[in-house]
C-alpha cells in the first residue's frame, strides 16, 4: 500500500472563494485521481492526473473550474474555485499502485457557506 | 458503460449477527477487477479486496468473505459474527483490467451493527 496524506482535512469556506488541496504520497506514482463525494453520496470521479500532462477530466467537471496540477511523481494539487454551497463535499484523492489496485488519501472536507 | 448496483442503501444488525452486503454489476469488457471499500465515519476509504474476472474462488479474509458469481454478474461480501467496529458504509466498484482504468462506484450500503 501507501501512506497519503491530503491537505487541508477539513475546511469551511465562503461562497465565492477558491480553495487548494493538496494530495502527497509516499512512492513515485504514475496516475493520480480526483474524487468528489456529496453529502449521502457514492464517489464520483473528476479527473485523472498523469505527471507531465494535462489532467483528463470526466464528463460534468471541467478545468476552469476544478483546476489540477501535478508537477512530480509524489504530488498533485485540486483547487476547487468560486465556490458555491453546491461544492460542499468530500474530495479524495487516490493513487493506482499497481494495475488497478487504488488507494485513497483520508479526503477534504469542505464545506461552504 | 459500467454500473454497479448496491440495493440495499442501510442495514443494520445486532453484534456477532452475520450480515451480506450485495453488489451487482454491469460490464461490457470481458475482463475486469471488482473492489470492496470500507468508508468509517472518519470518513477515509479503506480497501479491503481486489478481485479479477479471471478468478471465480470465493475469498476469505479472517470474519469478512467474498463469494464472485460470474454467471450472476454478482460480488458479495459477508461479515460474520459483526462487531460494532465493522459500522461503516461499505463501496462496491467496478474497474476495466486494461491499463490504469478508473474506478466505477456503487452507491454504498451503510452498515449499522449496534451492541
Known amino acids: 500500500s501507501a501512506v497519503i496524506s491530503q491537505k487541508p482535512s477539513r475546511d469551511i469556506c465562503q461562497r465565492g472563494t477558491s480553495l487548494t488541496i493538496q494530495c502527497q504520497v509516499d512512492?513515485?506514482?504514475?496516475?493520480m485521481f480526483w474524487y468528489r463525494q456529496q453529502p449521502g453520496q457514492s464517489l464520483t470521479l473528476i479527473a485523472t492526473?498523469?505527471?507531465?500532462?494535462?489532467?483528463?477530466?470526466e464528463s460534468g467537471f471541467v478545468i476552469d473550474k476544478f483546476p489540477i496540477s501535478r508537477p512530480n511523481l509524489t504530488f498533485s494539487t485540486l483547487t476547487v474555485s468560486n465556490m458555491s454551497p453546491e461544492d460542499s463535499s468530500i474530495y479524495l484523492c487516490?493513487?493506482?499502485?499497481?494495475?488497478?489496485?487504488?488507494?485513497f488519501g483520508p479526503g477534504t472536507r469542505l464545506t461552504v457557506l | 458503460a459500467q454500473k454497479v448496483t448496491q440495493a440495499q442503501t442501510e442495514i443494520s444488525v445486532v453484534e456477532k449477527e452475520d450480515v451480506t452486503l450485495d453488489c451487482v454489476y454491469e460490464?461490457?469488457?470481458?475482463?475486469?477487477?471488482l473492489f470492496w471499500y470500507k468508508q468509517p465515519p472518519s470518513g477515509e476509504l479503506v480497501f479491503l479486496i481486489r478481485?479479477?474476472?479471471?478468478?471465480?474462488q470465493n475469498e476469505i479474509s479472517g470474519r469478512y468473505s467474498w463469494n464472485f458469481q460470474k454467471s450472476t454478474s454478482s460480488f458479495n461480501f459477508t461479515i460474520t459474527a459483526s462487531q460494532v467496529v465493522d459500522s461503516a458504509v461499505y463501496f462496491c466498484?467496478?474497474?476495466?483490467?486494461?491499463?490504469?482504468?478508473?474506478?466505477?462506484f456503487g452507491k454504498g450500503t451503510m452498515l449499522l451493527v449496534s451492541p
Open positions: 492526473a498523469n505527471q507531465g500532462s494535462e489532467a483528463t477530466y
Open positions: 466498484a467496478l474497474s476495466g483490467l486494461s491499463g490504469y482504468s478508473t474506478l466505477t
Open positions: 487516490s493513487v493506482d499502485l499497481s494495475y488497478n489496485e487504488q488507494f
Open positions: 478481485r479479477n474476472s479471471f478468478d471465480e
Open positions: 512512492s513515485q506514482v504514475t496516475m
Open positions: 460490464t461490457r469488457d470481458t475482463t475486469y477487477y
